[in-house]
């Protein structure tokens, strides 16, 4: 059999840079086409979720099934994929453009390019979509359409000659954006005959249904009732329900090719739905699978501790639930002897560990103390072998090791001409390497490799300070490199606290020492003796500060007479003190820990 298409579906995703109006542009769509009635519309109709409504940032790609009559009198399924623009869920896009042929790339009429807008749009490109451009915010008194054009077609090298001017706020030339889906981006193709063969976009759990699948049918059909086979995993379930999202759930007898869907079939774990999977009827396979994509690499890592020891199990069935609906979220249990039981975690970047974060705080009601974030280090051993390192408090003994390395990002920054001085100041700082450095309309786009370790931090934050906000940031891990790093121990009257341990890079130690040192020096309380607190790489120190001891006076019963009684009290006192200092402990409050963790902010 050969393949049809499908002239009256079309599945596109919107690709933009954050802010420029996405999630907007999915709402004025959705109302457009009569999708839900005036009294269902909300804002952000897609992001279900409390903290994207309240950031206003899109977290978990989201699908809807539109009609749409056209002005050639023809009505047209249009399949929508509302996409994040944060590098952090890049992988969110990846998938969504699997499941389409188009896409439309919404840039902002006063903005103009910025570099997730580059970031995005390349993938898109990489997954050979039809590409049209829409240039939202014309209403703004700074829109400048015929630049932002010249920008498109010089920065990105596509046709912006027909970009659609629109103002998805006040849903104006909404019109002109459906037309454009319908006459510019191709229909689908397939083969209604052949054997099933879909692929898996995405999966989340419901407390009703179970793992709820969203899948984009290549080939052949999906019936309910039917058995089908997920390649990856070789496990095989009966469907119960197959549907679509009209925003609404809405079940259908069938799903056929081209068209992006929902199936449910009891299935109990998110984890067994692997995204990227390619499903097949059990009875009829279908010969070869799909290409999926790559499995997602954690690229930061940090332990979470409840502030409360007794809340630990209440934690672990919370990450357990979170795990459900986020399969790039990966955690095991670790101990500290500071900080008591948690986990450490693996994240994609520094978003997703603090949109983690609250939606543990918020949904499971759990305070949480976070390590400072590190990044994967590869170990080449004497005896051969290579290991990874998460956690600093794990690194064997320096003797064992030949080199470490450190993964390096290639990062893309566009930023005013002002402020370009001050961010090559930074990327230098960060131990950066210069690339590339050209001119984007008034901007300039400097290209950097920089050391992730580096970047973890609290590089983001600097970049958007120093720049009042204009410059935008996009990366890409590009490879690991060989780096001069060593473990710094922080000591806290000659006890190693390893919820504080850091790897560094050894010309960055002394400052990153003597910082941590004089931050726990105001932040612990004093005792009764005085406290030492240093940093050391190895045996060797590299800084200290000393806490003075409170102390009682122990002269005050002696006036006149002879100095030498006073002398007998205060070396009394501080025999008393050396020995409390010996067997005395330390409390370090967990205030001083959450503090000491965000100091490089």
């Excluded at 970047?349 to 983690?356: C, D, K, N, Q």
């Excluded at 010309?507 to 020096?521: I, T, V, W």
Aim: with cysteine; net charge negative; charged share 25%.
């Amino acid at each position: 059999m050969t393949a049809r298409t499908f002239d009256n579906i079309r599945n596109f995703s919107i690709v933009a840079h954050i802010d420029h109006g996405k999630s907007t542009l999915a709402d004025r769509l959705i109302q457009t086409t009569g999708a839900l009635t005036a009294r269902e519309m909300t804002e952000q109709v897609l992001d279900n979720m409390d903290i994207e409504r309240e950031r206003g940032i899109t977290i978990k790609a989201q699908t809807v099934r539109l009609e749409y009559k056209a002005q050639d009198g023809k009505t047209y399924i249009l399949n929508l994929m509302d996409t994040p623009g944060h590098v952090d869920f890049a992988y969110e896009v990846s998938r969504s453009l699997a499941a389409c042929e188009g896409s439309l790339l919404v840039v902002d009429a006063s903005q103009g390019v910025e570099a997730q807008t580059l970031a995005n749009v390349y993938q898109a490109i990489d997954a050979n979509h039809e590409i049209v451009p829409v240039l939202n915010k014309i209403d703004l008194p700074a829109a400048d359409p015929d630049r932002i054009k010249e920008q498109i077609e010089e920065v990105i090298g596509i046709d912006a000659s027909e970009a659609v001017p629109i103002s998805a706020k006040t849903g104006l030339n909404i019109e002109g954006v459906l037309e454009a889906i319908v006459t510019k981006l191709p229909p689908p193709k397939g083969d209604p005959d052949a054997p099933l063969k879909a692929l898996l976009v995405d999966s989340w759990y419901d407390a009703y249904l179970g793992v709820v699948v969203l899948v984009r049918i290549i080939d052949g059909s999906m019936r309910k009732g039917s058995t089908i086979k997920m390649m990856g995993t070789n496990a095989s379930y009966s469907l119960d329900r197959v549907g679509v999202f009209n925003p609404k759930m809405t079940e259908l007898a069938q799903l056929g090719p081209g068209e992006v869907g929902f199936f449910t079939a009891s299935i109990k774990e998110v984890a067994d739905t692997r995204v990227g999977d390619t499903i097949t009827d059990e009875r009829k396979p279908t010969a070869q699978a799909l290409p999926g994509f790559k499995p997602v690499q954690p690229v930061v890592f940090c332990g979470l501790f409840p502030v409360d020891a007794a809340e630990f199990e209440n934690l672990r069935a919370a990450m357990g639930k979170l795990r459900l609906n986020d399969a790039s979220f990966s955690y095991e249990m670790e101990t500290s002897a500071a900080l008591g039981f948690g986990f450490r975690c693996g994240f994609l970047g520094l978003l997703h560990l603090e949109i983690i974060q609250e939606r543990l705080e918020r949904e499971f009601n759990l305070d949480l103390i976070s390590t400072a974030p590190s990044v994967v280090y590869h170990l080449k051993l004497r005896d051969g072998s290579t290991i990874e390192l998460h956690n600093p408090a794990d690194m064997p003994d320096v003797m064992k090791i030949e080199t470490i390395e450190e993964p390096w990002i290639r990062a893309t920054i566009l930023t005013p001409d002002d402020y370009l001085g001050s961010v090559l100041k930074l990327c230098q700082e960060r131990r950066g390497v210069q690339i590339d450095l050209n001119y984007v309309g008034k901007r300039a786009m400097v290209v950097y490799d920089l050391p992730l370790n580096e970047v973890v931090f609290d590089f983001y934050d600097r970049l958007k300070s120093i720049s009042k906000g204009y410059a935008s940031f996009d990366y890409h891990i590009s490879d690991y490199r060989e780096g001069d790093l060593v473990k710094m121990s922080v000591l806290v009257n000659a006890e190693p606290v390893d919820a504080l341990s850091m790897l560094v890079h050894r010309d960055r130690a002394e400052g990153r020492g003597r910082a941590m040192c004089e931050k726990l020096k105001e932040l612990i309380p004093p005792h009764m003796f005085q406290i030492p607190v240093q940093a050391a790489i190895g045996g060797k120190i590299i800084a200290r500060e000393t806490i003075r001891a409170l102390r009682k006076d122990v002269t005050a019963k002696c006036y006149g007479g002879d100095a030498s009684r006073k002398r007998k009290l205060l070396d009394k006192q501080k025999e008393g003190k050396k020995r409390m200092r010996q067997f005395g402990k330390v409390d370090i409050p967990q205030e001083a820990f959450i503090a000491a963790l965000k100091m490089d902010s």
